[in-house]
């Protein structure tokens, strides 16, 4: 089947959209606009934000992800990665041998993301085909991919169930879904409690005298522009949903799928990385050096040893932050 991209008259939401230049006309776009819009902007600071590399440290971790529910020794012809963003989990995946000799494909919703893709591809060897769309509403073929993943993008999506039913269309009989670092329900509602409580302390101590000169400057005192300011209001906006493991199971029940699992992971490890993630967001950027980022990350990987070795056999799955799911497209009965 031609990897080409199909030939289509371009919808009303295929159309550009006007950059908005005050936060009302922002907030009066559609839903799907705001995620466009908010994404392309985010792309110029995206892996910085969320300290994302092409090394061990990620590919270690993605790595990890996927084989908590693809054994080894499964290989992939071609691979689709939906929600790519600029490529964190396709990369890594590749970088780690999971996708050995497959013909490499993304999709998202912002042109910016993707052309950080495609760029991060042919830094690592990767030739990444890449395609604008929107996730409900592919723009491939039936039966088209062997392996279709996505990584933290399915609770930005206004019809999560959608996205589910078109992965199961764009996949061949017999190909396997994957879908990782999506938030659970209850997790998230913990590390809630975390986030505010690291943002009401912060704020307290340097509220004290000469103390306030560690917070971060706000968009506009580091130099953005009141655009600038407008579209870092949509960073709460675009996250729409928490999920239930039994409820994402179900989504992909209907959608078709079988042999499905789903699997839970990270507790006390992403309360210590929301809280990390709330300082550095608080904090002047040049307070910050290597020794924070190995002291976080050496305490991520201690505290996810004891999320699974002591506490993923004694606690149910829904309180764990991060939600994984594989599951099969069946051959025709």
């Given at each position: 089947m ?12 295929d159309l ?14 559609d ?18 934000k ?10 270690d971790y993605?790595r990890?992800?996927?084989r908590?529910v693809?054994?080894?020794?499964a290989?992939?012809s071609?691979?689709?990665?939906v929600?790519?963003g600029t490529?964190?989990f396709l990369i ?8 050995e000799?497959a013909q490499?494909?993304?999709?998202d ?9 495609a ?11 890449t ?5 409900e509403?592919?723009p ?9 993943i ?5 609770h930005?999506?206004?019809v ?8 199961f ?11 990782a ?11 809630w409690?975390?986030?505010n409580?690291?943002y ?10 000469r ?14 522009s009141?655009?600038d300011?407008?579209?870092?209001t949509?960073?709460?906006?675009v ?10 199971e179900?989504m ?5 799928f ?16 929301w809280?990390?993630?709330t ?8 307070l910050l050096?290597?020794?924070?980022s190995y002291?976080?990350f050496y305490g991520y990987?201690a ?7 002591l ?5 149910p799955r ?9 599951a ?6």
């Amino acid at each position: 089947m031609s990897a080409e991209p199909l030939s289509v008259v371009p919808s009303p939401k295929d159309l550009p959209i006007p950059v908005p230049r005050t936060a009302r006309e922002l907030h009066a776009l559609d839903l799907k606009a705001k995620q466009r819009i908010y994404h392309d902007w985010e792309s110029r600071s995206y892996e910085e934000k969320f300290s994302i590399s092409y090394d061990e440290r990620c590919i270690d971790y993605a790595r990890d992800r996927f084989r908590k529910v693809v054994p080894e020794g499964a290989g992939f012809s071609r691979v689709l990665e939906v929600g790519a963003g600029t490529g964190f989990f396709l990369i890594n995946l590749s970088l780690a041998g999971c996708l050995e000799e497959a013909q490499l494909e993304a999709t998202d919703i912002s042109e910016g993301m993707l052309e950080i893709c495609a760029r991060n591809g042919a830094e690592h060897g990767l030739d990444i085909a890449t395609r604008q769309g929107d996730a409900e509403s592919l723009p491939y073929e039936d039966d088209a991919f062997d392996l279709v993943i996505g990584h933290a993008f399915l609770h930005h999506l206004p019809v999560p169930g959608a996205a589910i039913r078109e992965m199961f269309r764009v996949l061949k009989p017999g190909g396997t879904l994957v879908i990782a670092g999506e938030p659970s329900e209850l997790g998230d509602r913990m590390s809630w409690v975390v986030k505010n409580a690291t943002y009401r302390s912060f704020q307290a101590v340097t509220s004290l005298p000469r103390l306030n000169r560690l917070r971060r400057l706000s968009v506009q005192e580091a130099g953005g522009s009141d655009e600038d300011a407008a579209m870092a209001t949509l960073e709460h906006v675009v996250d729409l949903h928490t999920f239930r493991p039994r409820d994402l199971e179900k989504m992909a029940r209907l959608a078709g799928f079988k042999e499905l699992r789903v699997v839970t992971e990270e507790l006390t490890a992403h309360w210590l990385g929301w809280a990390v993630r709330t300082l550095e967001g608080q904090l002047r950027p040049d307070l910050l050096g290597p020794r924070w980022s190995y002291s976080a990350f050496y305490g991520y990987l201690a505290l996810s040893w004891v999320d699974e070795r002591l506490l993923t056999p004694i606690l149910p799955r829904s309180v764990f932050y991060n939600v994984i799911l594989r599951a099969r497209k069946p051959y025709p009965s």
